[in-house]
Nanobody, 117 residues
């Protein structure tokens, strides 16, 4: 049974940084594309970043230059480093895994990130 467990969310001031982690289990982690998505109430889920099984990275437009996604296949983890955070980055952030690049098959329960002074 695949499980994705996010951690690292919390409250941070504008301009600050936060690091999210996702621990995966029950899957052959190295063959999956891994992603982070986010959602706020009343809005559609939004792509944050994807890292493919071969290490290619894709970012949502508003995240480029501020967020960095990485993976550790030995530890079955994917990490999202978020810098220069803005209030509009406030959302629930979800970890996802899929065989297709944009086609995610499994989702975590999410972790809340709040950017506020």
């Amino acid at each position: 049974q695949v499980q994705l467990v996010e951690s690292g969310g919390g409250l941070v001031q504008p301009g600050g940084s936060l690091r999210l982690s996702c621990a995966a289990s029950g899957m052959i982690f190295s063959i999956f594309n891994m992603g982070w998505y986010r959602q706020t109430p009343g809005k559609q889920r939004e792509l944050v970043a994807i890292i493919t099984s071969v290490g290619r990275t894709i970012y949502g437009d508003s995240m480029k230059g501020r967020f960095t996604i990485s993976r550790d296949n030995a530890k079955n983890t994917v990490t999202l480093q978020m810098n220069s955070l803005k209030p509009e980055d406030t959302a629930v952030y979800y970890c996802a895994a899929g065989r297709g690049v944009y086609d995610m098959d499994y989702w975590g329960k999410g972790t809340l990130v709040t950017v506020s002074s």
